[in-house]
């Protein structure tokens, strides 16, 4: 893939990026996209705000189709994650909207944006997880986090990731996005490295999943109650056949779900066929750690295979800081030798 000239910027979740609060952050991201010698561009809906997008999902779901069509856009980037992508789902498949407009350019995102993977998985395209335009390229402090910048940058110039490596370092999360905040780095701790939590060091399979908490939504109505049925009459959720030797990657939301939530979205993924499926799983770091002991211990109970090889502590997610996994490619887990290398 060539190199990438132009990033098109969606909001398919939360409108914050259009809000006023968030002007400094946005000029900061396009300040240092610039730096790089790229074009950014904001697809129609994606400055218009909270109030608007939340009222009017068909927007969002047009900015998506726009970007795809678009033959200026190079790499779709959502702004940020949210809680309610699944409300694109009648837009974006009531008529096959969707279908008839993807073109094979890269789309990154995390978060809630796992519903977006799973709709472009859906089609069969290929997708990036883990960074966000606000996320990132906003970051407050002096610059990008250095291994977050190492994977955009590597994505941008290249149209794919080669391999990870764990980060040196994680970070607390900001407490405040105010003004006040530019320049101020986020407080840095030294990172251990991938970690096995059992089963073989070395495993293989294309890579899918993403946030636990989004995914729980997809069976529990808790949050919104029309969201399992949506997703149902769909088909957004891959059946168990189709995650056959497949590694699932998991990682939590900055609500920081207790123990109790994360061993009930974990039974939802059991009761679906998905743990017994895959080949492996991969479990992004807590963000701030909290319940990290807690999660690892759940996860063995719910994989309930000695042999299901479960490796932890990857910066992907909510955790300072982000690496990019790419979904639908080939990929090999090295536990041992510290690394997830991608074959194209």
């Not at 969002?60 to 856009?73: G, Q, S, T």
């Not at 030294?190 to 995914?215: D, M, R, S, Y």
């Not at 049925?229 to 168990?240: I, S, T």
Request: aromatic share 10%; hydrophobic share 40%.
């Amino acid at each position: 893939m060539s190199k990438i000239k132009t990033i098109g910027i969606v909001s398919l979740s939360s409108g914050l990026l259009g809000e006023d609060s968030a002007k400094h952050q946005l000029a900061l991201g396009v300040k240092r996209l610039e730096a790089c010698g790229r074009k950014v561009k904001f697809m129609t809906n994606a400055l218009k705000g909270i109030a608007y997008l939340n009222e009017h999902p068909e927007a969002r779901a047009a900015d998506l189709i726009e970007a795809f069509r678009d033959p200026e856009v190079d790499l779709i980037m959502t702004a940020i994650g949210g809680d309610d992508t699944y409300r694109l789902l009648p837009y974006l498949f009531g008529h096959d909207e969707l279908k008839n407009a993807v073109t094979p350019k890269p789309f990154l995102g995390f978060s809630d944006t796992t519903v977006n993977h799973l709709m472009l998985h859906k089609l069969g395209l290929p997708s990036f997880y883990g960074q966000a335009f606000l996320t990132e390229l906003c970051e407050l402090g002096p610059e990008m986090l250095p291994y977050s910048r190492q994977y955009f940058e590597e994505l941008i110039e290249t149209g794919r990731i080669a391999e990870v490596r764990p980060s040196p370092l994680w970070y607390e999360e900001h407490t405040s996005w105010t003004p006040e905040q530019m320049g101020v780095a986020p407080v840095a701790h030294e990172n251990g490295g991938f970690e096995l939590l059992q089963g073989p060091a070395v495993f293989h399979g294309k890579i899918l999943g993403g946030c636990i908490c989004t995914l729980f939504d997809l069976f529990d109505g808790g949050r919104y109650a029309d969201s399992p049925a949506m997703a149902a009459e769909y088909g957004l959720f891959p059946p168990a056949e189709d995650w056959q030797g497949r590694i699932l990657l998991l990682e939590t939301s900055e609500e920081r779900p207790t123990p109790e939530k994360y061993r009930a979205a974990l039974l939802h993924l059991k009761n679906a066929g998905v743990l017994a499926a895959v080949s492996g799983i991969l479990v992004g770091k807590p963000q701030n750690e909290v319940y990290s002991a807690e999660y690892r211990e759940i996860l063995r109970e719910a994989v309930d295979d000695p042999e299901k090889p479960i490796v932890c502590n990857l910066s992907i997610g909510h955790a300072l800081p982000r690496c990019i996994l790419p979904f639908g490619v080939e990929a090999e887990v090295d536990a041992e030798k510290q690394r997830i290398r991608f074959a194209y």
